[in-house]
């Protein structure tokens, strides 16, 4: 049997119900937020650590095949490249004249952390040369190995131009 729908009931939200669920998510996006902003960073520095290793192999790529004497030196020199560029470019490989020219790594990634997008991809980076002190890295006549420019700390702690 049905009941008789009293004029007094209406079919919809009470104030207080309407209320108590606008509250629940505020709380959940209170919660939420961090969650994703620290996701988002996480991320981020994964990208960095991958771009990082990325290139760092690939100079070391081409310090071993200038030990090799597969890559023209000048007595004097490092054996470390003197652009981030010819590690794609590629250089001539003294086994091979006229043959394919040696390449280490397809494309030189961006610098994750830097905000400024107009920069190249090379020139997002902080390069060291293999003279400057560790501690102290500066650029020089060669790139013995890279860093990010960001003044922010990792999530570790550490600087990410320490990474």
Known sequence: MKLPRSSACSSGFSLIELLAAAAILG????VAVPVIETTVRRER???L???LR???EAIDGYKRAADAGRIEITPGESGYPHT?????DGVS???????PRLRFIRRIPRDPMMPDASLSAIDSWGKRSF??????PEEGEDVFDVHSTSRRNGLNGVPYAEW
């Open 27 to 30: 709380i959940l996006a209170t």
């Open 45 to 47: 520095e994964q990208q």
């Open 49 to 51: 650590r991958r771009a």
């Open 54 to 56: 990325d290139i760092r």
């Open 84 to 88: 981030l560029a010819e590690l794609v």
């Open 93 to 99: 490989d003294k086994e091979h004249p006229g043959g």
């Open 131 to 136: 003279q400057s002190p560790p501690d102290a």
